[in-house]
């Protein structure tokens, strides 16, 4: 196992034992994925070296992204939004932040706060 795979299965394990509702978050092969936000259902992606917040629905208005963009920023102001289009017709919004200068209480309490601002 190389460091990034040990260093993500480690954080893993941390989630697992410290986050309360540690089973709506999954081990993938490079990051780890869970949709914890009931109310939204946001999909969370955690890698090494950085989080990542997808809206799930397509093609929402610019007021609206606008209004997540205020809500997101709130939580940690170095969230950097971006916008991608997998097919023409669909345009998806992502929020990434980087992790390398945070520990893993840090994310944590990131994670916390994004549930209850969203449940």
């Known amino acids: 196992m190389n460091e990034d795979a040990k260093n993500l299965h480690n954080f893993y394990s ?7 509702s540690q089973e709506r978050f999954g081990l ?3 990051y780890i994925y869970s949709n914890f936000v009931r109310k939204i259902r946001f999909e969370f992606f955690l890698t090494n070296k950085k989080i ?6 397509a093609n929402i208005p610019e007021t609206k992204v606008t209004s ?3 809500i997101i920023l709130g939580l940690d102001e ?3 939004h971006k916008s991608y289009n997998p097919t023409p017709r669909n345009k998806y919004h992502i929020w990434e932040l980087p ?3 945070l520990d893993y209480k840090e994310i ?3 994670i916390i706060r994004f549930e209850n ?3």
Request: charged share 30%; net charge positive; proline share 6%.
């Open 28 to 30: 993938r092969d490079g």
């Open 14 to 20: 941390y989630i697992k034992e410290n986050f309360p």
């Open 117 to 119: 601002i969203f449940h």
């Open 68 to 70: 997540l963009d205020n």
């Open 108 to 110: 944590m309490n990131i």
């Open 78 to 80: 170095k969230f950097v």
């Open 99 to 101: 992790t390398k200068d």
């Open 52 to 57: 990542g917040l997808k809206y799930p629905i």
